[in-house]
């Protein structure tokens, strides 16, 4: 099961005091103003697509994430899964953050039973799917685990078993693999896609790394610097993605489509008054 996903003119604001939001959007009487965090997002997304989404800290990345997670609503536009507004968090949504939110009285086993008692599945079933689900992310062996008794890429396969395993036809994720090491986060990039690969889910996953993006989506969208907006979307064609044993990070297709978007991000950085061009690709992102 996937789902479509539609943006259609979202735009998201926050109301702050006038000190913060004054010199970036209007103000208002008692002194607050409106804060542009995410303006005019149109994006389309088709059921079962993996999309990536990159750019600069703090250009609404998480925001559009919540918008579509439910957990806030756009202040003007209209955020659609399977053609319906979405009306606030839901099962047919599954929710993965950087940080690992499990919780930590349950063992791995428990915290992915814990979506499906909300969904009322019976127990034996609970169990039965909650075990399928930690197998798929590799966790054989480790279900009568504590969160403090597993590894941080652990907790994340934890993390993402629970969101699988009441079935949404979306996977909606926010920097998951961030707080990760390098190994880890490659080697869990790669379960992610085969997993996304089995399960047909649709995939949105913000990251704020070139090199993941491209390893990962089927389609980039590139992010303004804030007010988001969206800048470009670069189709990613990389023969032999997720492959165990290819190398595609090291193929030509890669370092092209790297170097792509590391040009739109370096010209969103220099676009910014005051804020010097990005000169790496670590600076791009974080301007
Ligand atoms: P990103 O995930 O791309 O780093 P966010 O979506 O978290 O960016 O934030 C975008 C902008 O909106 C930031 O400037 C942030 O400070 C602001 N922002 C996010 N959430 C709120 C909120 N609840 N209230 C006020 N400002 C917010
Ligand atoms: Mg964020």
């Given at each position: 099961?996937?789902?479509?996903?539609?943006?259609e003119?979202?735009?998201?604001?926050?109301?702050?005091?006038?000190?913060?939001?004054?010199?970036?959007?209007?103000?208002?009487?008692?002194?607050?103003?409106?804060?542009a965090?995410?303006?005019?997002?149109?994006?389309?997304?088709?059921?079962?697509?993996?999309?990536?989404?990159?750019?600069?800290?703090?250009?609404?990345?998480?925001?559009?994430?919540?918008?579509?997670?439910?957990?806030?609503?756009?202040?003007?536009?209209?955020?659609l899964?399977?053609?319906?507004?979405?009306?606030?968090?839901?099962?047919?949504?599954?929710?993965?953050?950087?940080?690992?939110?499990?919780?930590?009285?349950?063992?791995?086993?428990?915290?992915?039973?814990?979506?499906?008692?909300?969904?009322?599945?019976?127990?034996?079933?609970?169990?039965?799917?909650?075990?399928?689900?930690?197998?798929?992310?590799?966790?054989?062996?480790?279900?009568?685990?504590?969160p403090?008794?597993?590894?941080?890429?652990?907790?994340?396969?934890?993390?993402?078993?629970?969101?699988?395993?009441?079935?949404p036809?979306?996977?909606?994720?926010?920097?998951?693999?961030?707080?990760?090491?390098?190994?880890?986060?490659?080697?869990?990039?790669?379960?992610?896609?085969?997993?996304?690969?089995?399960t047909?889910?649709?995939?949105?996953?913000?990251?704020?790394?070139?090199?993941?993006?491209?390893?990962?989506?089927?389609?980039?969208?590139?992010?303004?610097?804030?007010?988001?907006?969206?800048?470009?979307?670069?189709?990613?064609?990389?023969?032999?993605?997720?492959?165990?044993?290819?190398?595609?990070?090291?193929?030509?297709?890669?370092?092209?489509?790297?170097?792509?978007?590391?040009?739109?991000?370096?010209?969103?950085?220099?676009?910014?008054?005051?804020?010097?061009?990005?000169?790496?690709?670590?600076?791009?992102?974080?301007?």
């Amino acid at each position: 099961m996937s789902s479509g996903i539609v943006f259609e003119q979202v735009s998201k604001s926050f109301p702050v005091r006038e000190e913060r939001g004054a010199r970036n959007g209007r103000t208002r009487k008692g002194g607050s103003a409106d804060f542009a965090a995410v303006r005019d997002v149109s994006l389309e997304i088709a059921a079962g697509e993996f999309l990536a989404v990159v750019g600069p800290s703090g250009c609404g990345k998480s925001t559009l994430l919540d918008l579509l997670g439910g957990l806030a609503e756009p202040t003007s536009g209209r955020v659609l899964v399977d053609g319906k507004p979405v009306r606030g968090p839901g099962l047919d949504r599954g929710v993965v953050f950087q940080q690992y939110a499990l919780l930590p009285w349950r063992t791995a086993q428990a915290n992915v039973e814990f979506g499906l008692e909300a969904k009322r599945v019976p127990r034996r079933e609970r169990r039965e799917r909650a075990r399928e689900y930690l197998s798929l992310v590799g966790l054989d062996g480790f279900a009568d685990r504590y969160p403090h008794e597993l590894s941080g890429g652990m907790k994340q396969r934890v993390a993402i078993a629970r969101s699988l395993a009441f079935d949404p036809g979306v996977l909606l994720m926010d920097e998951p693999f961030a707080a990760l090491d390098a190994q880890t986060r490659e080697s869990l990039q790669e379960e992610l896609l085969r997993i996304w690969q089995r399960t047909g889910k649709t995939v949105v996953f913000i990251t704020h790394g070139i090199d993941e993006a491209v390893y990962l989506g089927e389609r980039v969208a590139v992010l303004t610097a804030r007010p988001g907006r969206v800048k470009e979307i670069v189709t990613v064609d990389l023969p032999g993605r997720g492959d165990a044993d290819g190398d595609v990070r090291s193929s030509p297709e890669f370092a092209h489509h790297r170097h792509e978007i590391w040009s739109l991000l370096r010209d969103e950085s220099a676009a910014r008054p005051g804020a010097p061009a990005a000169r790496t690709e670590s600076e791009a992102v974080h301007v």
